[in-house]
């Protein structure tokens, strides 16, 4: 399972870089996205349905030299956890 933490939710949906949805399909891996308390599953034979776009132009990863596309996707949290007092 390939984890991936998100920082920003922006207008209900995320971001993820296109690297990890290659790797995803190649090694047919699921996704599992998290925002703060919240995940997302992903698995891979649904990600061609699940996408809802992709960033027009490459942005520069901030690590490497590699430019990559935004993959976007609904933010629809599967496994809520609760905070406990």
Do not use: C
Not at 29 to 48: A, G, Q, T
């Amino acid at each position: 399972m390939i984890k991936i933490n998100v920082k920003t939710i922006w207008m209900g949906k995320i971001a993820v870089r296109d690297k990890y949805v290659v790797r995803s399909q190649e090694q047919k891996e699921d996704f599992l996205i998290k925002h703060n308390e919240n995940m997302m599953k992903i698995p891979y034979n649904k990600i061609e349905e699940l996408m809802v776009g992709k960033s027009e132009f490459p942005i520069e990863d901030k690590f490497s030299n590699k430019k990559h596309y935004l993959i976007y996707f609904q933010w629809n949290p599967s496994i809520r956890q609760q905070v406990l007092f």
